[in-house]
């Protein structure tokens, strides 16, 4: 049966804000504000209501993202609490996909008078979704409210056994769990509880397992590593291809294959061996007939035309079938059932050119990566891929040794170094200087300030230093001067990219969308690649921005790099 919790928020927003409003905080929440954090981190305020938890914490420091799926009480809560610290988003449990999609671990996961509307069968579901959301070290706040429900509002029977054993079956452990307290708003059948979790550790138990896999499981070959590697390099460069369906996230089997193509091409280049004796089962004559195309040929968005569109068509499916035949099935957890379950299909995609595109690559067949696995790889990739790369260097020297060759240390990390675009901006310039020569006028996007050829720049909006990523939605117009001397290298901060949202959606519409179908589709593709948007429907400019703020939030939290806070702009 379905359940409608959130339409009576829906409907009576007015009610519902101003009543939670008129208490404050530290009352409400007496019970866990001992065992908060010490230091502000990310915050997920989930069924946020009015916004008056969000707003306690970002007046602290925290970074907050605010979930509420009742429209008029989200846009309420907002007006009400109009803090840059706080990012509203439209999303329910149990799924919390668009949480999900933003790739942000967090240090407090906050759910006040939430959990009594998830009905039972809802509940373990929903706890194993929170608990990927967790980073190590996080806390999870949940009150539990006892007594009777209301008419116009579902509600089911909460306890806090229920809550400790189902936080402990995803490795959270009970912190505290206090004493029945009376209604604030004086109701004698009502009674508020307080429950935290915590993860010690890595209590989805992925990192013991990613450990595992790249310096203890046998291997007879590199690709246990590279199958790794593939689906890590897709999680810190594409995660948004990734679809979810419960337990697992699913990836398209051919980016798996094209990103398997892309790393090994350099090491059978170099004649490295990845296996003690014989040939790769994948390096096969279409393999061979991409040898003159370089390593980042082979990327979402490339052109294939004639010979190199069959050969890249026929290069992937053999990678595809390799990986499903050897590292898919030998990959294994201590049961030895595998860790990526792998389904190839037979592409149905023909013609004398093909664009490496979402559709082309979901046609080889899908790869199955459980959630709290894909979760570690989008948080760890700093500290996964240089390990897996270390280990590498040690197979690949080993079976030299085996050959009787001597390979140096230097020659296989360079081979495994991931070919990276250069920094390009030579097409959006001739987007830009095609508008100017048309009477167009270009502004720059941090400045407002209308610029000629001469003082244009294209900048990265988040930068290549911290992410090289050439997408058209990250390359703005710039003036020379800022892009240059003042924002340089470093990550712009939350409150100059608000500010610049009005002149950055101006520019993606002059530039991007106006500019002709192929560049209009382009823009989408990528941005429905990286960016943490919707597979389907259309997508306006609130939420295109939105989820560039998603993705600057995740690239301070992953890399902590230093911010540039703006100018005033004329």
């Known amino acids: 049966m379905s359940w409608d919790t959130i339409t009576p928020y829906h409907r009576g927003f007015r009610e519902f804000a101003a009543t939670y409003d008129a208490f404050g905080f530290e009352d409400v929440h007496a019970g866990a504000i001992p065992f908060l954090p010490d230091t502000p981190g990310h915050m997920l305020d989930i069924g946020a209501g009015s916004g008056r938890d969000a707003a306690w914490f970002a007046t602290r420091g925290w970074h907050v993202v605010a979930v509420e799926p009742a429209q008029n009480l989200r846009h309420e809560a907002a007006r009400r609490h109009p803090a840059p610290e706080i990012r509203w988003l439209d999303d329910r449990l149990p799924a919390l996909a668009a949480v999900h999609r933003t790739g942000l671990g967090f240090d407090l996961i906050w759910l006040s008078g939430v959990w009594m509307h998830l009905p039972p069968e809802d509940r373990p579901r929903a706890m194993r979704k929170l608990a990927t959301l967790l980073r190590p070290g996080g806390r999870m706040m949940l009150t539990l409210r006892h007594g009777p429900a209301p008419a116009d509002r579902p509600m089911w029977p909460v306890d806090v056994h229920e809550v ?15 004493e029945r307290a009376e209604d604030r708003g004086g109701r ?5 509880q307080t429950v935290i979790l915590e993860l010690p550790d890595d209590g989805a138990g992925a990192l013991p397992l990613l450990r595992g896999v790249i310096l203890r499981q046998d291997k007879s070959a590199t690709y246990k590593l590279a199958l790794l590697r593939c689906i890590a390099r897709i999680a810190d460069t594409s995660p948004n291809v990734a679809r979810d369906d419960g337990d697992d996230v699913i990836l398209p089997l051919g980016l798996v294959a094209l990103n398997w193509l892309r790393m090994y091409k350099p090491l059978v280049a170099r004649g490295l061996p990845q296996l003690p004796g014989g ?10 007939a991409l040898n003159a195309r370089a390593p980042y040929d082979l990327r979402l968005g490339a052109t294939f035309a004639g010979p190199d569109a069959i050969a890249l068509r026929r290069a992937l499916a053999d990678a595809a079938q390799h990986i499903n035949l050897m590292p898919a099935r030998h990959l294994t957890f201590p049961d030895d059932t595998p860790v990526f379950l792998t389904h190839p299909a037979k592409p149905s995609v023909a013609g004398s050119v093909i664009r490496i595109n979402q559709e082309l690559l979901w046609s080889y067949g899908t790869t199955r990566v459980p959630l709290n696995i894909w979760r570690a790889l989008l948080r760890m990739s700093a500290w996964i891929e240089p390990m897996l790369i270390a280990e590498w260097v040690r197979l690949t020297q080993g079976y030299a040794r085996g050959q009787g060759r001597a390979v140096s240390i230097d020659e296989v990390v360079t081979a495994l170094g991931w070919s990276e675009p250069e920094r390009d901006t030579m097409f959006v310039r001739a987007l830009a200087n095609r508008r100017l020569d048309g009477g167009g006028a270009i502004a720059c996007v941090w400045s407002g300030r209308n610029l000629q050829a001469a003082s244009l720049d294209i900048d990265h909006c988040l930068p290549w230093s911290a992410w090289p990523c050439g997408d058209l939605w990250n390359l703005m117009s710039a003036a020379r001067t800022i892009n240059q001397h003042s924002k340089r290298e470093r990550l712009v901060s939350a409150a100059a990219l608000a500010d610049a949202r009005p002149r950055i959606t101006a520019w993606w519409d002059e530039a991007y969308l106006s500019a002709g179908d192929d560049v209009r589709a382009r823009f989408y593709e990528e941005a429905r690649t990286t ?15 939105a989820a560039v703020d998603f993705r600057r939030l995740r690239l301070r939290q992953e890399t902590q790099a230093s911010e540039w806070t703006g100018i005033t702009p004329r």
Do not use: C, S, Y
Not at 168 to 176: F, I, K, P, W, Y
Not at 279 to 288: E, I, P, S, Y
């Open 164 to 178: 400790e054993r189902l936080g402990l079956d995803h490795g959270l452990a009970l912190r505290v769990a206090t």
């Open 188 to 192: 004698e059948t009502i009674k508020w």
């Open 279 to 288: 040939r790769m089962g994948f390096v096969k004559d279409a393999f061979n």
């Open 531 to 545: 960016l943490p948007l919707p597979q389907d429907g259309q997508i306006g400019a609130d939420e295109l921005f």
